[in-house]
């Protein structure tokens, strides 16, 4: 349940690009401070709150928590979604910014990546918000200081936001797409017929992404595939009603365990960044003491280069995974064969055998046929890419070694996150958390906040003040 401000609103029969883009400019131009809310005559509702004419953050929608869920994954990886409870029965319109306010304050994700969430978010809400325009029925605006957000993590141009969505929206247009939802769900409805349509290994791929719990926008993501670029390939078996979309009911709002607390479970190296940082000095690998599980996906990395395998041991076993690296290229082939990885990382320049060569063996293994192998080099040219895709490379990494990267490729390659991490004895005691309100996510070792009393903190100080939360 959301609890919101009086609001004064008006009635309208729809509203056009134009007449959008005109608010924005009328609330940019008067510095408008407030929430500005749009509904529909079935009750969805898009709300965009604004301080000094800036946009700085965006809600609702027809599925305000699974966008916050796939977000949360894409931009925070190792911050499981699940991992956060909330006490409060009436959450306020904007609990997902301040859970981003908290995070940042300490230092689990940075800046940069708050910023790129919450660009995201609002591409996606106006994206949606402009798809609906001709079913608004009421436009309502509320006067407000918005003093409980602090200090904006990302104040944005409504205006120029709204002109790259209206591009995206126009391009979703001329593709003959404007009926269809990025929020639909795509089943297969015929699978003999869609069988005999598609090759073996494309049929395979369908039918391992359409189980009927992904829509469009988390197809695009698990895939690393463009959402207009997805729906096109997915139109031409849609319309021969081989597949058929869906509506999906929203995820639950975050459920809370005894109404005393409010949690959020953090890694111990919170954030792609922090692993990042965490990596030029390798004792502060698993911090806490941390160690992947056996049954946790095994990723291996093939460098000569010690300090490149370290700094991809730093980043994978973070978030996890269990992770091998081969120095010598002579030993890779029956390292591989022993061990079985799902996702090998491949150094393009080596002695005795380079990348090529070790990938065009791989290939050659009935073993790992389909196991993702991604090359990298420094040298990051359209010759080097054709050749790696000819020896039979799945993807392609520029050095030097970047977590968010490496992390974005993992997600791609092994979208089943590990299923657990086992902790060390001497660790802190694990926070036991209730993982059913949500799609399933792995148990998680982290650290527990005290988030009511965090937001309590925000609402009375604000986020310009240095001082730690405690």
Known sequence: MVNCANEVSRSVKGITVIQLTNQFQSVAHSQFSGRLDFMTVNEKQWSLYFRLGRLIWTAGGEHRFRRWHRLMKQFCPTIHPNAIQLKEKELPCYWEYLVLSVLLKRQHIRRETVISLIQKAAFEVLFDLLQASEQITQISYAPDKQEQFGE?????????????????WNEWNSAGLVHYSPNAVPVIKRPADLKQAVSAKTYQTLETLMRGDLTLRDLARATGQELLTLTRVLVPHIQRDLIELCQMLDFPPPGSSDGTTVKVAAAPASSAVASSAAAANPAAANPRGASPANNAPLI?????SLSVCKLMEQIITSVGYRYVSVQDSVHALPLLLENKPGLIFLDLVMPIASGYEICSQIRRMSAFKNTPVVILTGNDGIVDRVRAKVVGASDFLSKPVNAEKVLAIVRQYLPIAPTSIVPNPASSKQTTMDRSVLVEQPAFLGNTY????TTALLLQKGMSETSAIP
Do not use: F, K, N, Y
Request: aromatic fraction near 0%; glycine fraction near 4%; proline fraction near 8%.
């Open 300 to 304: 291996v990395c093939i460098d000569d």
């Open 152 to 168: 904006p993590l990302a104040p944005l141009s409504a205006e120029q936001l709204l002109d790259q969505v209206r591009q995206s």
């Open 450 to 453: 005290e988030m009511g009393e």
